[in-house]
């Protein structure tokens, strides 16, 4: 095996891909589902979501779908990360990890000088998400990586 | 023994020359769109270099040369799918840009609420939105004929589906299973219910011998660049009496015999339907690419890629037992495009690693995403032969796989 591919496919990941996490549906209410879509594979993902209102926090995530492995274990690793977190903090997981995926919210392309990356990371621990960076190299691949994070970001978009 | 020198075809194409990774490039991606040989390019180049000029505008010596060299690719183009004339040769962008036309035009002006339009599951989405555009603002109503376990197209139900129809719209070749559709027989019953056909011929030309005429078909749609000519011209070709009825599609110049300032009149067949500058060096290479499949003769070209599909069906089911096929087993039934996935591992994951090996295959929806709900895959990957790939390139396409399959293994 090339040391491309392992760059791409790093065990962590062969992990999350193998044994998902937080796999299964919630009943909606109280939960919200929210469907994404890969226009270009047909690749689709369904979050669901349980927020508490009074604290914010997500209290449970459940994922269903199916994708390739580097779009399950990103959906994967998702789950394990936002879970117990509040909605403020998933949202700046949400930044950095798009961020990490080199994508800019706002800016054109080669406008950025590497300081937008520096801020949305400020702070924040990506852990077993880093071994997503290889994707980054692979540019046709980073969709598979960020369609669960969308979905995430429109959920908790919707859940107003 | 193949009936092509295959040597010396892949001589013909730069592309191929090309190395990936560091290893010489398999491309078995020709139905996504094909390779170009020099005589292509060199067709082209001449012609920007040479003879230049806007057609069917100026009196001077460059224009008419281009305009000579610009019609005399329709009439190779005509020429190559049994068209009766020249002037039923409509160049458009592209295959779906073909069907969009009718659906615009013929379908606008003919298609009322409750009218029949039928369509098959196996289509392309160029064979099915512009018809589901129509249908949301036309209400127009969209049948299905289905595709059956061995996939065929399930003509079970072929009359009652037909009954009521304006149209069938059905591929000659599926760009996901391979299936052929054998046109006539399906053109003879949708004219019996005083239905027209219109064939996505976008697979099917590039592969085997096209008779339009033989096929009694109404409209034809397919593109230069699957059968080795440039991306960004294809062709619709219809029968004369239908396109002389049907209103224009796109305003402008080259369309219109006169403009007054209460309205226009139309150019004839076939400038009707090419307003604005056309593809003019596209068509010139379109003609180079036929030129070079006939001197192959399309006979030649279609028992060369029965011959490597049949190979290619024996290797992958051979070594992979748990490989599942999504098109038929018996080659005369089908073109050289094979669907396939693996129970545990993702099309995409397996082009990953196919590229790491130089091997160039299709991954995803192929655009016919209907049909991949019935298959109830959400992608598979392609692989897809033409006149210049080989026994050892489906060999190479074998070891990428199996190492695909020991790196995913569960």
């Known amino acids: 095996m090339s040391s491309n591919l392992e760059d791409l496919y790093r065990e962590v990941i062969l992990d999350h891909y193998r044994s998902p996490r937080n796999r299964g549906e919630l009943e909606v209410p109280p939960a919200t589902k929210t469907d994404g879509f890969n226009p270009l594979c047909g690749d689709e993902v369904t979050v669901y979501l349980q927020v508490d209102p009074e604290t914010d926090t997500i209290v449970d995530i459940k994922i269903q779908g199916q994708g390739c492995s580097i779009s399950q274990a990103s959906t994967s690793m998702m789950s394990a990360a936002v879970k117990g977190q509040s909605v403020d903090e998933a949202r700046k997981l949400i ?36 071994a997503l960076q290889g994707v980054v190299k692979f540019p046709v691949r980073i969709k598979c990586a960020t369609l669960s994070w969308n979905t995430l970001a429109q959920g908790l978009d919707e859940r107003g | 023994m193949s009936s092509l020198d295959v040597e010396r075809i892949r001589g013909d194409f730069p592309a191929l020359q090309r190395v990936v990774n560091g290893r010489p490039v398999v491309f078995l991606d020709s139905a996504a769109s094909a390779q170009k040989p020099e005589s292509v390019l060199r067709a082209m180049d001449d012609i920007y270099r040479g003879s230049y000029a806007n057609v069917h505008r100026g009196v001077y010596q460059m224009a008419e040369e281009a305009t000579a060299a610009f019609e005399n690719g329709r009439a190779k183009v005509a020429s190559f799918i049994g068209a009766p004339s020249r002037d039923e040769l409509i160049f458009v962008r592209n295959a779906t840009e073909a069907i969009n036309l009718v659906a615009y035009s013929w379908g606008r002006a003919n298609l009322r609420a409750g009218d029949v339009v039928v369509v098959s599951h196996m289509e392309h989405h160029a064979n099915v939105v512009p018809w589901q555009m129509l249908a949301a603002e036309r209400g127009i109503e969209l049948r299905w004929l289905p595709v059956t376990d061995d996939f065929r ?60 005429a033989a096929w009694d078909a109404d409209f034809v749609a397919f593109s230069a660049h699957k059968m080795l000519g440039p991306s960004g011209i294809g062709a619709l070709w219809a029968r004369r009496e239908l396109l002389e009825a049907m209103p224009p599609f796109l ?35 379109w003609g180079a690419a036929i030129d070079y499949l006939e001197a192959l003769g399309m006979d030649a070209v279609r028992d060369h890629e029965e011959r490597l599909t049949r190979y290619a069906l024996d290797a992958l089911t051979d070594r992979f037992p748990q490989i599942n096929i999504y098109g038929p087993q018996d080659v005369s039934v089908r073109g050289g495009a094979i669907s396939f996935l693996f129970d545990d591992i993702h099309a995409h994951d397996i082009s990953q690693v196919l590229d790491q090996h130089a091997v160039c295959v299709r991954a995803g929806h192929h655009c ?24 050892a390139e489906v060999d190479a396409l074998v070891v990428a796989l199996a190492e695909a399959e020991t790196f995913f293994k569960v």
């Open chain 1, 95 to 130: 930044r950095a990890f798009k961020a990490l995926m080199s994508i800019h919210e706002h800016k054109l392309e080669g406008e950025s000088d590497g300081s937008d990356l520096a801020s949305d990371l400020e702070g924040v621990r990506l852990g077993d998400l880093e």
């Open chain 2, 153 to 212: 197209l399930d003509l079970t139900n072929l009359e009652a589906t037909l009954d009521g129809a304006r149209l069938l719209a059905i591929t000659a070749m599926s760009n996901v299973l391979g299936t052929i559709n054998d046109i006539r027989p399906l053109a003879d019953a949708a004219h019996a219910h005083d239905a027209l056909v219109l064939v996505d011929a976008c697979q099917y030309v590039p592969h085997l011998r096209t008779d339009v």
């Open chain 2, 251 to 285: 305003g402008g110049g080259e369309m219109i015999r006169d403009v007054r300032l209460d309205g226009f009149t139309t150019n004839d067949l076939p400038w009707k339907f090419e307003a604005g500058t056309p593809a003019i060096v596209e068509a010139v290479g």
């Open chain 2, 368 to 391: 016919a995403k209907p049909l991949m709900r019935q298959l109830g895959v959400p992608a598979t990957s392609r692989a897809s032969f033409y006149i210049y790939n080989t026994e």
